[in-house]
């Protein structure tokens, strides 16, 4: 296997695809080699099953699943292999994706699925770095630049705000 261990970003519709691409920009920014697939539980069952029970050999260390609606793919992801799978629930016509959240939080004993935001697709791919930086501490030094630069950028934010309310 290899050292350094890709993500898969599955999807359950290749309508999930704009709601991914700031999670695929996100991991692509940590320098992580993303696999990214169109997976259908319902439709494609026994795809779901094959690449769910081939990730590990595949080299991915952490499957990103996102669906709408019924959104089982992460539980169904979840069942055949236990690489962390992080569940994203994608906003639908129905019910604005809560019925997609509680699709994924909802899982039985033994099978869990770590779950991020309705279209919480930025905070999928950075649950998938700190998993990740487990093993390779190169991604733990690059989580802290991140989260200083994140700080920063709300200091000068304050500052702004501060300058500008003065002027009230």
Do not use: W
């Not at 991915?60 to 292999?81: E, R, S």
């Amino acid at each position: 296997m290899p050292s350094k261990l890709k993500v898969a970003v599955v999807m359950g519709s290749d309508s999930d695809f704009p709601i991914l691409k700031k999670c695929i920009q996100t991991l692509k920014g940590f320098h992580i080699e993303t696999e990214v697939h169109v997976i259908s539980a319902h439709r494609t069952p026994y795809r779901a099953e094959e690449f769910a029970r081939n990730a590990e050999s595949e080299g991915i260390g952490v499957i990103i699943a996102a669906a709408g609606k019924a959104a089982h793919l992460a539980g169904v992801l979840a069942a055949y292999t236990v690489i962390p799978v992080i569940g994203l629930p994608i906003k639908s016509s129905t019910m604005d994706g809560l019925d997609s959240l509680l699709s994924m939080v909802q899982m039985p004993k033994g099978v869990p699925v770590a779950t991020v935001a309705i279209n919480g697709a930025e905070n999928a791919a950075l649950l998938a770095v700190q998993i990740l930086s487990i093993a390779q501490p190169e991604l733990r030094e690059a989580l802290k630049t991140y989260r200083k630069q994140m700080a920063e950028e709300v200091m000068e934010k304050d500052s702004a705000i501060k300058k500008e309310a003065e002027l009230i």
